[in-house]
């Protein structure tokens, strides 16, 4: 039973109903959540507590022990649910927790369609870790549905996207996917665009992952991880994969991350605004040779990008700049109000160099071949003024070709 079901009074369950029909702000502030019921707290309750007093055996108030179940952690799983359109969410300690329970769906002799281009420790855990238990993988452009139908098995019973893709923003089509998956459960890592910019279900994904730890979130201050499904079965496999193996949230972060969730809207607005007009102004500058941004008219699937992202293109961005490598890594290291850092999607702006950090892991034939150059610079625009973003940009630049 749902906590907020069993405590809160009539004025203010109806209240709970109506959110269904407000606008995605408003469920970002107010879904799954009402004041606490004992002293009227607007801000939800961190259950830190390992177990619970049961009334009898056999008869609780919906919760046992805290893997198995929180009330502050159910609060996140049921707002990630509503924002992404699924029946539901589970929480997980981190990114990779999320996408290990998503795996951990498939048996022995299953095959699973992976995109060529995703986080690193993606094809890490598939191949050092999955592989060991007989289950294939196969690495597919998934830009091109018809390269992901041919890839199809009889024993395929996934297919794993990234969209935008980790670090060359490359986009799948989720709806062209869907249309040729058959059998198979397609899962759609939307950690970098969120559901304020994209809900996969909507175009045809049975189940959407987050890394939480990056824009859900938003503070650099939680990792985290999230699924939400389609259905109740797959849902239900979820949960039961995260009580079994322990894959859980927990109470503190899963409310740092609540709390982040109410700004996510307003946030991921000018985190679009700034990327755009980074994106331009790297685009005019005569020592960057490339940029990768889908808001740019000349991103190669910028008319994917118009029909599926729905209030912008997101926070991140990859460029080159002339001298390869040798200028890329002088530029991370010249660098001042911006950090050279690891994660993504905060309000700090943030530049990695994929080759060496993320992405190290992969082969550096596997890492070419997804597009992943040696001198390929990773930005995450964060909320700073974005005249002092272009001054560090454009300091460093100066300083790496020089």
Known sequence: MNLTEQTVDKGTTKKKDSISETGFATKAIHAA???????????????????????????????????????????????????????????????????????????????????????????????????????????????????????????????????????????????????????????????????????????????????????????????????????????????????????????????????????????????CENAQIIAEYLEGHPKVTKVLYPGLDSFPQASIARRQHLRGHGGLLAFELKGGVKSGLKFASSISLISLAENLGAVESMVTHPATMTHAAMSKKARLEAGITDGLIRLSVGLEDVDDLIFDLDQAIKKSTS
Request: aromatic share 6%.
């Open 33 to 271: 959540q009402v004041p606490d019921p004992t002293t009227g707290a607007i801000s939800l309750p961190i259950y830190q507590t390992t177990t619970y007093v049961q009334q009898a055996v056999g008869v609780n108030k919906g919760f046992t022990y805290s893997r198995s179940g929180n009330p502050t952690v159910q609060v996140l799983e049921e707002n990630l649910g509503i924002l992404e359109k699924g029946v539901g969410g589970a929480c997980f300690g981190t990114g990779m927790a999320a996408i290990s329970a998503a795996f951990a769906l498939l048996s022995q002799g299953d095959h699973a369609i992976i995109s060529n281009v995703v986080y690193g420790g993606t094809p890490r855990l598939c191949n050092m870790i999955l592989s060991r238990y007989g289950i294939k993988f196969s690495y597919v452009d998934s830009g091109d549905a018809e390269a992901v139908r041919n890839a199809i098995r009889k024993e395929t019973k996934m297919i794993f996207v990234e969209t935008p893709a980790n670090p060359t923003l490359k986009l799948t089509d989720i709806k062209a996917i869907s249309e040729v998956k058959g059998e198979a459960k397609l899962v759609v890592d939307n950690t970098f665009l969120t559901p304020a910019l994209q809900v996969p279900i909507d175009l045809g994904a049975d189940i959407t992952l987050h890394s939480t730890t990056k824009f859900i979130e938003g503070h650099n201050t939680t990792v985290g991880g999230a699924i939400i499904t389609k259905t109740k079965k797959d849902l239900d496999d979820i949960k039961y994969i995260q009580n079994a193996m322990g894959l859980i949230q927990s109470p503190f972060n899963a409310w740092l991350t609540i709390r982040g969730l109410k700004t996510l809207e307003v946030r991921m607005k000018k985190h």
